[in-house]
Nanobody, 124 residues
């Protein structure tokens, strides 16, 4: 089973940038689509972005489109989320997730197993 470890979160001022990383164990990372989700205090976890197994297709939530970029490096078994122009509404714990069926499933899928996530806090 692939284990996922998120990192790269922190405290950033509004308008700033962060890059999150998702490190996957094992050698099968390239067979999974990967996505990012986030959960703000008092809110349900929500989809942020997804990328297909080879990186050819990407999906974004409307709230982050144009500001966030999802990418992956299969040689390093790592996925990334570049976040620019951050605002207070981006404050949340960010999680990565994988799905062998493809990136479109990540957008609407429901998952049970989650990692610890990485906290992103945007100050104004």
């Amino acid at each position: 089973q692939v284990q996922l470890v998120e990192s790269g979160g922190g405290l950033v001022q509004a308008g700033g940038s962060l890059r999150l990383s998702c490190a996957a164990s094992g050698r099968t990372f390239n067979t999974y689509a990967m996505g990012w989700f986030r959960q703000a205090p008092g809110k349900e976890r929500e989809f942020v972005a997804a990328i297909s197994q080879r990186g050819g297709s990407t999906y974004y939530a409307d709230s982050v489109k144009g500001r966030f970029t999802i990418s992956r490096d299969n040689a390093k078994n790592t996925g990334y989320l570049q976040m620019n122009s951050l605002n207070n509404e981006d404050t949340a714990v960010y999680y990565c997730q994988i799905d062998r069926r493809g990136s479109a499933y990540l957008k609407f899928g429901s998952y049970v197993d989650w990692g610890q996530g990485t906290q992103v806090t945007v100050s104004s």
